[in-house]
């Protein structure tokens, strides 16, 4: 199982903005944090906010923050929103797909995948919180 990159990058920025629900923080400190393109974040962010899980504040002191609170966004529900044409194995051209036996067996295999991460929230990921606060160099605030 291989979430894209995009994936991971909008869960990194969930994390982020999660470990610090009261700030708002800006895309090029969540990039430089992670050491990843800020462009690559922006288009993130972007979809994230049109999905409803961040928020943008505009304003000298700007950025993003939640929209909702980390035991409102499930990890799965982000991840179906986040991952294209989610599938294992592309089976639509392959000569023996009619009577391929993988097919079932893949797609029993994402639906498992899918419900174990159906059981988590964003609040779930963040039990070390202080930890990542840490880890990202930053005070570990109430």
Known sequence: MRLTRYTDYAMRVLLYLGAQPDRV??????????????NHLMKVAHDLGKA???????????GIRLAKPADRINVGAVVRQTEEGFELVECGSC??????????????????????????TLADLLKKRGKLLRLFDLPLAS
């Open 25 to 38: 923080c800006s895309i090029g400190e969540i990039a430089k944090a992670y050491g990843i393109s800020q």
């Open 52 to 62: 409803g899980y961040v928020e943008g504040v505009r304003g000298r002191s700007g």
């Open 95 to 120: 000569l023996i797909a009619p009577a391929c036996g993988l097919t079932g067996v893949l797609a029993e295999a994402l639906a498992a995948f899918m419900t174990v991460l159906d059981r988590y």
